[in-house]
Nanobody, 124 residues
Framework: QVQLVESGGGSVQAGGSLRLSCAASRSIYCMAWFRRAPGKEREGVASIRAGDGITSYTDSVKGRFTVSQDNSRNTLYLEMNSLKPEDTAMYYC????????????????????WGQGTQVTVSS
């Protein structure tokens, strides 16, 4: 079992920044951030593989968001810059013990462990 606890959400104006954190109870192969906006499907945002640090991003956040991991603390981060109103969503930390470390639509089912979510609200 892996417990995931997110923190760092909040409300900001467009153009602002936030950093999300996700503390895991132990190291695991792949950790990722997903989000769900009202009325929309859950979407993969960013992922990172613990062993080699390979990252992946959905196109809409490339160049604005950075995912990282502190392996010594088993903590996942999501640095979000140049936030837009369309980034408003509940953000979830997720983890899985095996490949693929994918954000593709439909792969969210393959993540075994989920946090409780943290709300991010971006106002225009």
């Amino acid at each position: 079992q892996v417990q995931l606890v997110e923190s760092g959400g909040g409300s900001v104006q467009a153009g602002g920044s936030l950093r999300l954190s996700c503390a895991a109870s132990r190291s695991i192969y792949c950790m990722a951030w997903f989000r769900r906006a009202p009325g929309k499907e859950r979407e993969g945002v960013a992922s990172i593989r613990a062993g080699d640090g390979i990252t992946s991003y959905t196109d809409s956040v490339k160049g604005r968001f950075t995912v990282s991991q502190d392996n010594s603390r088993n903590t996942l981060y999501l640095e979000m810059n140049s936030l837009k109103p369309e980034d408003t969503a509940m953000y979830y930390c997720a983890a899985k013990a095996s490949a693929p470390c994918s954000l593709a639509r439909g792969f969210d089912w393959s993540y075994t462990y989920w946090g409780q979510g943290t709300q991010v609200t971006v106002s225009s």
